[in-house]
């Protein structure tokens, strides 16, 4: 049974971090290339980081420089450091395994005064 399970979002002040995490289960995660998106109420799902399986990392413009994207193998987690929060970086953030279109559930990251 495939399951991608998101934690750590939650409630920061603007400027504030979150880590994000994603542990994966029923397949080979290191062999399939991993990214974070998120859905903002009212607006449509976007790619906001992605790995590759050998590490090679790419990024949305908007995120560029705060977020970073890291995987361990070893332990089948992708994880997504968010630093420098704006209050537009609130949303449901999810995780998906590109080469098996699989989806997390998504969690919550709120960034608020």
């Known amino acids: 049974q495939v399951q991608l399970v998101e934690s750590g979002g939650g409630l920061v002040q603007p400027g504030g971090s979150l880590r994000l995490s994603c542990t994966a289960s029923g397949f080979t995660f290191s062999r399939s290339s991993m990214s974070w998106y998120r859905q903002a109420p009212g607006k449509e799902r976007e790619l906001v980081a992605s790995?590759?399986?050998?590490?090679?990392?790419s990024y949305a413009d908007s995120v560029k420089g705060r977020f970073t994207i890291s995987r361990d193998n070893s332990r089948n987690t992708v994880r997504l450091q968010l630093n420098s929060l704006k209050l537009e970086d609130t949303a449901v953030y999810y995780c998906?395994?590109?080469?098996?279109?699989?989806w997390g559930q998504g969690t919550q990251v709120t960034v608020s005064s």
């Open positions: 790995i590759a399986s050998r590490g090679i990392t």
């Open positions: 998906y395994a590109v080469s098996y279109a699989y």
